[in-house]
């Protein structure tokens, strides 16, 4: 009895009659036979393949996984980054406060100048434009004569002892982690007389934060050899120039009864070297010439400046490498300003010298004209 080979499209088995066991697919079966219904009704379909094997199957199971993968990752992140950099937010930090993730314990030495009233603006300005006061101006900074507003060397040891913070801080000042120590001690602690904006950064699992901050005059600081505010005592955390923002101003944090955000101004690098700063001091009622980089140690009484209190313009913050190399106040600012408080020493009668300052000390402009000036640090 001859057999016909089977055809291409039948599978193999017995040419005629019921099927009397499980069929073979062509391609081969899988390792084990399926439980159950392997064999097939006679004229029925083909075997059944395992459920895993079906691409309708897998590509449904891919998308709900990866949906699910969306919406935990979304979750997880929530709507906010808890006030550190957020579009629009801007925090205010009172004077005596160390405000959030600071980097060190306090250093600072006194929190209590009294702040100056910069002149009114000239027409009208946005919740985001801030004015620009120039780093040398006369006045722009308090203190007490010989008495360091900030404790430089606690900071230097606080920052050594916490080898990860250092390394933060630095990569914020941009200098090596071994120079921060002398970074430090060449930068010179005074106190604000304006509500000042800066960008503020702290220190969170092993790194550096940043955000947008406005610091209360009488906030003690240190600040660089143009003038620039550095570093904020109460908390160690170091400062840049700040970054616009878009759209309407949030602003979170402290507050204090003074605070009027048309009073805020943003320092601008002076274009020369200070050598020597011309602070007011308060608890004295007299003005005083503190040398760069010196705790006080120096201090030395000095005639009251021509312009005591510093003018202002406008200015939008744009990015730090921007602001930094934005030029002081133009002849365009505002050429009258206010007093400072009513305990600074009054306007001396031009008919008559004024007394010799204090050890034959000379009254020095801020900036130091005969110094070629060196590019400021970008911080």
Same mark, same amino acid.
């Given at each position: ?33 399926? =439980? ?25 199971? /891919? ?9 935990a ?5 929530? !709507?906010? !980054?808890g ?8 925090? *205010? @930090?009172?004077? !005596?406060?160390?405000?959030?993730d ?8 006194d ?14 300005? =946005? ?10 101006a ?8 010989n /008495?360091?507003?900030c ?7 606080? *920052? ?12 914020v ?13 060449? *930068? ?7 509500? $000042?904006?800066? /960008?503020?950064?702290?220190y ?19 600040v660089d ?23 309407? *101003?949030?602003?979170?944090?402290? =507050? ?14 002076? @274009? ?20 760069r ?8 009484? /000095? ?12 200015s ?13 106040? $133009?002849? $365009? ?6 007093e400072p408080? $009513? ?21 020095? =402009? ?14």
């Amino acid at each position: 009895m001859s057999v016909e080979p089977p055809s291409s499209d039948r599978p193999t088995g017995p040419p005629s009659g019921p099927l009397s066991g499980p069929s073979q697919p062509p391609s081969g079966p899988p390792s084990q036979p399926p =439980s159950g219904g392997g064999t097939p009704e006679p004229g029925g379909p083909g075997p059944r393949h395992p459920w895993w094997r079906s691409a309708p199957r897998i590509a449904a199971i /891919t998308a709900v996984v990866v949906a699910a993968v969306i919406v935990a990752v979304a979750l997880s992140r929530g !709507d906010g !980054d808890g006030g550190t950099g957020q579009s629009g937010e801007v925090f *205010l @930090q009172a004077a !005596d406060k160390p405000g959030p993730d600071p980097f060190t314990d306090s250093t600072a030495n006194d929190s209590s100048a009294p702040p100056a009233t910069p002149s009114p603006p000239t027409g009208s300005t =946005s919740s985001n434009e801030l004015r620009g006061v120039d780093g040398g101006a006369p006045g722009l900074y308090g203190g007490t004569r010989n /008495t360091s507003a900030c404790d430089v060397e606690k900071q230097v040891d606080y *920052l050594r002892s916490a080898p990860d913070k250092n390394k933060a801080f630095a990569s914020v000042a941009r200098v090596d982690a071994a120079d921060v120590p002398a970074y430090l001690r060449s *930068l010179t602690p005074v106190q604000l007389r304006l509500d $000042t904006r800066v /960008t503020n950064h702290g220190y969170v699992d092993g790194a550096a934060t940043s955000y947008q901050a406005v610091l209360q005059a009488g906030t003690a600081v240190l600040v660089d050899d143009r003038g620039e505010p550095r570093v904020r005592c109460a908390c160690g955390n170091p400062l840049t120039q700040p970054v616009a923002q878009q759209g309407t *101003l949030k602003r979170t944090g402290d =507050s204090w009864p003074s605070y009027r955000s048309s009073d805020v101004v943003v320092v601008t690098p002076s @274009q020369t070297i200070i050598n020597v700063f011309v602070i007011y001091d308060a608890a004295g009622d007299e003005w005083v010439a503190r040398h760069r980089g010196d705790d006080g140690d120096k201090d030395r009484k /000095t005639h009251r400046p021509a312009k005591p209190t510093p003018s202002v313009s406008a200015s939008t913050p744009t990015t730090p490498t921007t602001a930094e190399t934005s030029t002081p106040e $133009t002849a $365009t600012s505002e050429p009258t300003t206010s007093e400072p408080p $009513t305990t600074e020493p009054e306007t001396p009668d031009t008919s008559t010298p004024p007394p010799p300052p204090e050890e034959d000390t000379t009254t020095t =402009s801020q900036s130091a004209p005969t110094e070629t000036a060196p590019p400021s640090p970008e911080l």
